[in-house]
């Protein structure tokens, strides 16, 4: 069942996602920024989290390799 999330945790998920785009160069607006944006929600159903928590557990969640 899905959280109900305060407007202080939609801050943390939106910060975290910011600054995961940033750290694997990913356009905020992108299917990897979809991905990563799910994950960070199921991570917060599971657990609610700081930004720097969310990040240390998203540490092995990388964008998709495209060649």
Not at 40 to 58: P, T, Y
Request: proline share 3%.
């Amino acid at each position: 069942m899905r959280q109900t999330y305060s407007p202080d945790d939609v801050d943390v998920m939106r910060g975290a996602l910011d600054i995961w785009c940033a750290l694997h160069n990913v356009g905020k607006d992108g299917a990897e920024a979809n991905r990563a944006a799910r994950r960070i929600l199921d991570l917060m159903d599971q657990k609610k989290c700081s930004c720097d928590e969310l990040l240390a557990r998203m540490g092995d969640f990388m964008p998709a390799q495209h060649h």
